[in-house]
């Protein structure tokens, strides 16, 4: 149970997929909220604690951009927002410059999502990629069909 004490929020508007992913996270020890819509997100995320946001861009109340810089400007620290989507360009370059550190496209493999969660420490929050120093330093890269969009520095 490498997720052990990790408090974290899942954000998906699809009943099943939130489930699933609700349990698969507490089966890997962690401590999860979920919601179902972004006001209902930004309702909990205000209540308490949470080391990582994960959530999906395609909410039908908030999209997934505005609801990442809500959050970011809600936290009380820093906090790592890994998304989970499949929303393709340009969501994903938005949701990557509002703040999200790490984007998986759906469908992914779980123990991609996991790995990269366990390097979350408990009781602490990751910083953002969101504190790059401009995005004229980044580039976006996509790891594999079936992995993930991530920011990576680009050299001048």
């Known amino acids: 149970m490498g997720l052990r004490g990790l ?46 946001v994960v959530s999906d861009l395609g909410l039908p109340d908030i999209s997934g951009d505005v609801l990442i810089r809500a959050i970011i400007e809600a936290a009380r620290r820093l906090i790592n927002i890994v998304v989970i989507t499949g929303e393709s360009q340009p969501p994903v370059t938005r949701a990557l410059e509002a703040g999200a550190g790490i984007i998986f496209a759906k469908p992914c493999q779980w123990t991609s999502v996991v790995t990269y969660l366990d390097g979350t420490p408990p009781g602490t929050r990751c910083l953002t990629l969101a504190s790059a120093p401009s995005p004229r330093c980044t580039t976006l890269r996509r790891s594999s069909p079936i992995g993930y969009w991530t920011k990576v520095p680009t050299r001048f």
């Open 7 to 52: 408090q974290i929020l899942v954000i998906e508007d699809a009943p099943d997929l939130l489930g699933v992913l609700t349990m698969l996270l507490r089966i890997e020890g962690a401590d999860v909220a979920a919601a179902g819509s972004g006001q209902e997100a930004l309702r909990v995320f205000r209540s308490r604690y949470f080391d990582v």
